[in-house]
């Protein structure tokens, strides 16, 4: 399968709006970063979307993405949901339905806020055509297994996924001790880094590095960054097969 990160930055993003630092400024493509999300293509050639912020659209332009199968959920805040109006344009081009998977909080939400979105295919495309399900135990998805991840983020229980050996875990301020049993003997873990300074709902540089060593993948990468952390700067900093994500990174696994 291959992972696209569409998008690794906070909820303000990178530029920030106003914003004259050094990180905000730089020229390298390696720090504009657009708001945290990523697809999974299958080899079946299904994609499997985590999240849909509110730059979802400029992503699958940038990307050339056509098609979006599934949506696995990590939780309701705005930068990672949001979105949810654009799966129109792949309702459109497929003329099917698109399911969409969170817990059971997270379900509920989407289908209070975004109720308009929940529709039966008919002839009529002009808003999107999705199905939420709730789920919490390991399920079956175009022929590979999605395991939900209980995580933290701050008092919410929320989702990280693995996607067969494939970890992602966005807006963490804590693993509970049983998700570890879920985290082993994975070949990429993508992780919450939010800033260097601690912060109450994410986990920090100093945090990030201490659960990669322990979940002991054989490659992680950091993803949800304020501009705060400078693509350069951090990547010099980091200890070996530990990376700094960066928009439209695409990593391949077996």
Known sequence: MQLTMLGVGSSAGTPVVGCRCDTCISKDVRNKRTRCSSLITLDSGENILIDTGPDLRSQALRENINRVDAVLYTHTHADHLHGIDDLRAFCVLQRQQIPLYANADAAAHISQKFGYTLREPSNFWEMPVLRVESMDEPFNLFGVTVTPIPVMHGKSHIFGYRVGNIAY???????????????????????????????????NIEQSLAYISRIKAKYSYLIHMTHELEYALLSSKLPKDVYAGYDGLKLQVN
């Open 169 to 203: 875990l966005t807006d963490v301020s804590e693993i509970p001790e049983t998700s570890f049993a879920l985290l082993k003997n994975l070949d990429i873990v993508l992780i919450d880094c939010l800033r260097e300074a601690a912060h109450p709902t994410h986990i």
